[in-house]
């Protein structure tokens, strides 16, 4: 049973940062790509950023480009996003996403094999 699970959510002030941390239980977590996406009210789930087994990530630059960043921990089994410069735009629920597919670098939900329960991030004006 592969578990995820997001930790360090909050409430932020506009321009302020967090970081986010998903904890894949199991020990295969090194040979996963690692997402993330986010779900604002009343909106689709969208991509975040992705990261796969050989360290190359990508990102929906559109949103998050030069403010984001996603790494990962194979020592801790460990995926983090540091989120600077935060908007009230980036406030949604955010939702880490583990691949066997651990070359790929996928950008549709469809495309994740497992899921964490997401933690809120909320970032006020």
């Known amino acids: 049973q592969v578990r995820l699970v997001e930790s360090g959510g909050g409430l932020v002030q506009a321009g302020g940062s967090l970081r986010l941390s998903c904890v894949v239980s199991?020990?295969?977590?090194?040979?996963?790509?690692m997402a993330w996406f986010r779900q604002a009210p009343g909106k689709e789930r969208e991509f975040v950023a992705i990261?796969?087994?050989?360290?190359?990530?990508?990102y929906n630059d559109e949103p998050v480009k030069g403010r984001f960043t996603i790494s990962r921990d194979n020592a801790k089994n460990t995926m983090y996003l540091q989120m600077n410069s935060l908007k009230p735009e980036d406030t949604a629920v955010y939702y880490c996403?583990?691949?066997?597919?651990?070359?790929?670098?996928?950008?549709?939900?469809?495309?994740?094999?497992?899921w964490g329960q997401g933690t809120q991030v909320t970032v006020s004006s």
């Open positions: 996403a583990a691949s066997r597919a651990g070359y790929d670098l996928i950008r549709e939900n469809r495309g994740y094999d497992y």
């Open positions: 199991g020990r295969t977590f090194s040979m996963y790509s």
């Open positions: 990261i796969n087994r050989s360290y190359i990530s990508t």
